[in-house]
């Protein structure tokens, strides 16, 4: 969950570096740090906080050219936030400088037998025992080196590790942790996600669990754990730069929310045609899901999970095939019903989530077929997985999840059409809603005109210490994730209720200090719905609500709406994504926080 950038190679300066670090700040940014390696010296610079507390520590420098360098952004697991806790980490002698991303979970073991052996350690970190074990192994050759001390590690690494013994040269790793790398003219770079390498170059070779990469100038060279070369072609990207940069908007969140209705065209462009569905990545499994397939297990966390929860709704109630879904970290410790006729749905916007990932390994161990739908081409979940369907939107760089989520829905529902379609259980409510995915783009185009409207009401409810979401069905998984997206980024206590569940315990919360928001989907259940706003009402908690166009009742009941144009009722938890995602990011401005950087969070979760 931290970020990594390097080089080794001609032309560039220590301000390219830091930009390159700033696209990976997502990842984590409770420390920077930088390792330059000039003349057979290594200087080290690094800074608690974020990455402009550093830049602003070293001006001087900025303009500096530099051939080999290492960069980490850091979200802290072992040690706390302070400047020595930053990476790189150096050795006793300074001759060598490592950064990683990962856990090392014999860390205590080995840093007792190298304090043992004479050496000091100047942090908390498991990571300082690689840049110890790299000075106690090393006899003149790096790679060599390197090999030997990842035979001894445990845990999860993504490392790039230099010695001036060595000059232009970087010996990265990868194994549980992401790591991708590259060569452009001149200069050779890792990292940890592909965009701080898009300016240079856009042919890349991601790392897969156990490999070793020698960074020169001339290029790189891969090998396995026992020093064998590996020939691998790289692969292609067609992101480019200005994808990840935020175009005038203030926050990236704003900018992926405004995204939204080209996100979900990208997404859905040649998957679907009048409602009928055609994902061509499905293809092969057409005779699987026809013949043998009888239970789909779904595996997603966070907001990714929301959106598999909606498929579920999606396919039970249309098509009555049966679905079940678990949050990743608990569907690996839950022993799973899964075998061969069972279809697992991953959903994972990084490609990297660690729950996730095992969630993987165990479904396939048990003989079930596993279909991923990600966002990052090339991550680690697809790559283990049986088929995938990557979600088109461009990267994604604010830590809350906006126009991967509306994408994610998309295409699990055309995915959820394809297969009631091939086993016979397509349905006219299936074509309508899928029509409706067809018209999004306007759709999102509309919703997202009341960008003002939210504005003013977000300056009512941001003083409150608490907010509950409710909802019945598909307005259900839609209050699970308002609640989650106005939590991560504003720190208001708010959950997610099945409005039907208020009167079993929740609704005791509930006073003129605790308001909800409500979803009124235009159902066959609305009336139930509109019965628990009453409820909320008659504890004196103020409500406001996103109903339907025209629904007068909202208009009387609640204290505060917006009314959204029309939608088939398995299409509101899309239809609506827009109003939460503004909403809580608009109370988070209010309270003077960062919506693109909560505290404590980072993009990309890769550790349990
Ligand atoms: C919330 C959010 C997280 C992620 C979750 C899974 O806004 O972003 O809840 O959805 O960590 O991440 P991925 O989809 O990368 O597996």
Same mark, same amino acid.
């Given at each position: 969950?931290?970020?990594?950038f390097?080089?080794?190679?001609e032309?560039l300066?220590?301000?390219?570096?830091?930009n390159?670090?700033?696209?990976?700040?997502?990842?984590?940014?409770?420390?920077?740090?930088i390792a330059?390696?000039?003349e057979?010296?290594i200087?080290?610079?690094?800074?608690?906080?974020?990455i402009?507390?550093?830049?602003?520590?070293?001006?001087?420098?900025?303009?500096k050219?530099?051939?080999?360098?290492?960069?980490h952004?850091?979200?802290?697991?072992?040690?706390?936030?302070?400047d020595?806790?930053?990476?790189?980490h150096?050795?006793?002698?300074?001759?060598?400088?490592?950064?990683?991303?990962?856990?090392i979970?014999?860390f205590?073991y080995?840093?007792?037998?190298?304090?043992?052996?004479g050496h000091?350690?100047?942090?908390?970190?498991?990571?300082e025992?690689?840049?110890?074990?790299?000075?106690?192994?090393?006899?003149?050759?790096?790679?060599e080196?390197v090999i030997?001390?990842?035979?001894e590690?445990?845990g999860?690494?993504?490392?790039?590790?230099?010695h001036?013994?060595?000059?232009?040269?970087?010996?990265?790793?990868?194994?549980?942790?992401p790591?991708?790398i590259?060569? !452009?003219?001149?200069?050779?770079?890792?990292?940890?996600? @592909?965009?701080?390498?898009?300016?240079?170059?856009?042919?890349v070779?991601?790392?897969?669990?156990?490999?070793i990469?020698?960074?020169?100038?001339?290029?790189?060279?891969?090998?396995?754990?026992? !020093?064998?070369?590996?020939?691998r072609k790289?692969?292609?990207?067609n992101w480019?730069?200005a994808?990840?940069e935020?175009?005038?908007?203030n926050?990236?969140?704003?900018?992926?929310?405004?995204?939204q209705?080209?996100a979900?065209?990208s997404?859905?462009?040649g998957?679907?045609?009048?409602?009928i569905?055609?994902i061509?990545?499905?293809?092969?499994?057409?005779?699987?899901i026809?013949?043998?397939?009888?239970?789909?297990?779904?595996?997603?966390?966070?907001?990714?999970?929301?959106?598999?929860?909606?498929?579920?709704?999606?396919?039970?109630?249309?098509?009555?095939?049966d679905?079940s879904?678990?949050?990743?970290?608990?569907f690996?410790?839950?022993?799973?019903?899964i075998?061969?006729?069972t279809?697992t749905?991953?959903?994972?916007?990084? +490609?990297e989530?660690?729950?996730?990932?095992?969630?993987?390994?165990?479904?396939?161990?048990?003989?079930?077929?596993?279909?991923?739908?990600?966002?990052?081409?090339?991550?680690?979940?697809?790559?283990?997985?049986?088929?995938?369907?990557?979600m088109?939107?461009?990267?994604?760089? +604010?830590?809350?999840a906006t126009k991967?989520y509306?994408?994610?829905?998309a295409?699990?529902?055309?995915? !959820?059409a394809?297969?009631?379609l091939w086993?016979n259980?397509?349905?006219e409510?299936?074509?309508n809603?899928?029509c409706?995915?067809?018209?999004?783009?306007e759709?999102?185009?509309?919703v997202?005109?009341?960008?003002?409207?939210?504005?003013e009401?977000?300056?009512?409810?941001c003083?409150?210490?608490?907010?509950m979401?409710?909802?019945r069905?598909?307005?259900y998984?839609?209050?699970?994730?308002?609640?989650?997206k106005?939590?991560?980024?504003?720190?208001?206590?708010a959950?997610g209720?099945?409005?039907?569940?208020?009167?079993?315990g929740?609704i005791?919360?509930?006073?003129?200090?605790?308001?909800?928001? $409500?979803?009124?989907?235009?159902?066959?259940?609305?009336?139930k719905?509109?019965s628990?706003?009453?409820? @909320?009402?008659? #504890?004196?908690?103020?409500?406001?609500?996103?109903?339907?166009? !025209?629904d007068?009742?909202?208009?009387?009941l609640?204290?505060?709406?917006?009314l959204?144009?029309?939608c088939?009722?398995?299409?509101?938890?899309?239809?609506? $994504?827009?109003v939460?995602?503004?909403?809580?990011?608009n109370?988070?401005?209010l #309270?003077?926080?960062?919506?693109?950087?909560? #505290?404590?969070?980072?993009k990309?979760?890769?550790?349990?």
């Amino acid at each position: 969950m931290c970020g990594i950038f390097g080089f080794v190679g001609e032309g560039l300066n220590v301000q390219d570096l830091i930009n390159g670090l700033k696209k990976l700040e997502y990842r984590g940014y409770d420390s920077a740090g930088i390792a330059i390696e000039n003349e057979k010296n290594i200087s080290i610079y690094k800074k608690e906080g974020r990455i402009y507390n550093l830049e602003s520590e070293i001006p001087q420098l900025m303009e500096k050219k530099i051939s080999t360098a290492l960069g980490h952004t850091r979200w802290a697991t072992h040690g706390g936030v302070s400047d020595q806790n930053s990476h790189p980490h150096t050795d006793c002698t300074g001759k060598v400088a490592i950064i990683h991303n990962g856990i090392i979970e014999n860390f205590q073991y080995l840093r007792e037998k190298l304090i043992k052996n004479g050496h000091i350690f100047k942090s908390e970190t498991d990571s300082e025992v690689i840049a110890h074990m790299v000075e106690e192994n090393y006899s003149g050759n790096l790679l060599e080196c390197v090999i030997k001390v990842l035979h001894e590690l445990n845990g999860a690494y993504a490392i790039g590790v230099i010695h001036t013994d060595e000059p232009n040269c970087i010996i990265a790793a990868r194994k549980g942790s992401p790591l991708v790398i590259s060569a !452009g003219s001149n200069i050779s770079m890792l990292a940890s996600d @592909v965009t701080p390498i898009l300016r240079y170059s856009k042919d890349v070779n991601f790392l897969n669990d156990g490999e070793i990469a020698k960074l020169t100038n001339n290029g790189y060279e891969l090998y396995d754990l026992q !020093g064998n070369k590996i020939e691998r072609k790289p692969i292609h990207i067609n992101w480019d730069e200005a994808c990840a940069e935020r175009s005038g908007y203030n926050h990236f969140m704003e900018k992926e929310i405004f995204e939204q209705p080209i996100a979900i065209k990208s997404a859905t462009i040649g998957r679907l045609k009048d409602g009928i569905p055609c994902i061509k990545e499905l293809e092969p499994l057409k005779d699987f899901i026809e013949t043998k397939l009888e239970k789909i297990y779904i595996v997603a966390c966070g907001t990714a999970y929301h959106a598999g929860l909606a498929m579920k709704y999606f396919m039970q109630y249309y098509s009555n095939i049966d679905v079940s879904i678990e949050v990743a970290s608990e569907f690996r410790y839950m022993n799973p019903k899964i075998d061969g006729k069972t279809l697992t749905i991953a959903i994972s916007q990084s +490609g990297e989530t660690l729950d996730t990932l095992e969630g993987v390994r165990i479904a396939r161990k048990n003989g079930s077929h596993v279909l991923t739908v990600c966002n990052v081409v090339g991550s680690t979940i697809p790559r283990e997985s049986d088929s995938v369907i990557y979600m088109n939107t461009g990267p994604e760089i +604010g830590v809350a999840a906006t126009k991967t989520y509306t994408a994610q829905i998309a295409i699990l529902y055309i995915v !959820g059409a394809q297969i009631a379609l091939w086993k016979n259980l397509y349905s006219e409510d299936i074509k309508n809603a899928l029509c409706q995915i067809e018209n999004l783009p306007e759709y999102f185009n509309t919703v997202l005109g009341y960008s003002q409207k939210i504005k003013e009401l977000s300056k009512s409810y941001c003083g409150y210490r608490n907010m509950m979401y409710i909802g019945r069905r598909f307005g259900y998984t839609a209050a699970l994730e308002g609640a989650l997206k106005l939590k991560e980024i504003s720190y208001i206590n708010a959950t997610g209720y099945q409005a039907g569940e208020l009167k079993h315990g929740p609704i005791a919360l509930l006073d003129q200090e605790f308001p909800v928001f $409500a979803m009124v989907c235009d159902d066959d259940i609305k009336e139930k719905m509109i019965s628990n706003i009453m409820e @909320v009402k008659a #504890r004196k908690a103020r409500v406001v609500a996103v109903g339907i166009e !025209g629904d007068e009742k909202i208009k009387t009941l609640t204290d505060d709406y917006i009314l959204i144009p029309k939608c088939e009722q398995a299409v509101f938890p899309l239809a609506v $994504a827009p109003v939460m995602q503004l909403f809580a990011y608009n109370v988070a401005l209010l #309270r003077e926080l960062d919506p693109d950087k909560p #505290r404590n969070l980072a993009k990309s979760v890769t550790v349990e």
